[in-house]
Antibody, heavy 122, light 108 residues
Framework: DVQLVESGGGLVQPGGSLRLSCVSS????????LNWVRQAPGKGLEWVSY????????YYADSVKGRFTISRDDAKNSLYLQMNSLRAEDTAVYYC???????????????WGQGTMVTVSS | DIQMTQSPSSLSASVGDRVTITCRAS??????LNWYQQKPGKAPKLLIY???NLQSGVPSRFSGSGSGTDFTLTISGLRPEDFATYFC??????????FGGGTKVEIK
């Protein structure tokens, strides 16, 4: 089965750090660009970050730029999101999502993980 | 950033109904528009990409149309499993990718 499985979420105090992981299976991980997308409780979807197949370039939403870092380890079929200086407004379910790779239609997210919840609260 | 506005934000419909959801972009995005379905507690699922291309495995009762700034998702013959929230997403000018606010389809 083609799948992505996130882990690493939890409760953290404002100003704290957390590292999310996303492990893939069932497809050639290194061949795909990947993203993190988040969803605050009861809210819509917000794209967070992108990483290319080679690991560079990377892109970030303005709301997380300078605080979050996306990375990948193709040997471990894994995607990561290092989150520092966390704020209450970062509270959300975080999904990793694969870009389908439709040449003419980039950023079509065809495979998503189940999500991991991050709660930032004192 | 390109803003995406969906309407309505929610609707009530019956099994068998034809349902249309609209998404409007703040500027022209050509056909770079995707649609996703999300059920409670689950990850989004890609339905339509490139405004009108049906994702593999998605039933043919789902269809998408539009270009420029105005797009529609149509469900022809609503089924019980279609009650969910639907999001549009623009991929024309990135980063950032941006999503609409969502349309919740509820049972009448």
């Amino acid at each position: 089965d083609v799948q992505l499985v996130e882990s690493g979420g939890g409760l953290v105090q404002p100003g704290g750090s957390l590292r999310l992981s996303c492990v893939s299976s069932g497809f050639t991980f290194r061949s795909f660009t990947l993203n993190w997308v988040r969803q605050a409780p009861g809210k819509g979807l917000e794209w967070v970050s992108y990483i290319s197949r080679s690991g560079s370039p990377t892109y970030y939403a303005d709301s997380v730029k300078g605080r979050f870092t996306i990375s990948r380890d193709d040997a471990k079929n894994s995607l990561y999101l290092q989150m520092n200086s966390l704020r209450a407004e970062d509270t959300a379910v975080y999904y990793c999502a694969r870009d389908a790779g439709y040449g003419g239609y980039p950023h079509s997210f065809d495979i998503w993980g189940q999500g991991t919840m991050v709660t930032v609260s004192s | 950033d390109i803003q995406m506005t969906q309407s309505p934000s929610s609707l009530s419909a019956s099994v068998g109904d034809r349902v249309t959801i609209t998404c409007r972009a703040s500027q022209s995005i050509s056909i770079y528009l995707n649609w996703y379905q999300q059920k409670p507690g689950k990850a989004p699922k890609l339905l339509i990409y490139g405004a009108s291309n049906l994702q593999s495995g998605v039933p043919s009762r789902f269809s998408g149309s539009g270009s420029g700034t105005d797009f529609t998702l149509t469900i022809s013959g609503l089924r019980p499993e279609d009650f969910a929230t639907y999001f549009c997403q623009q991929t024309y000018r990135t980063p950032p990718v941006t999503f609409g606010g969502g349309t919740k389809v509820e049972i009448k």
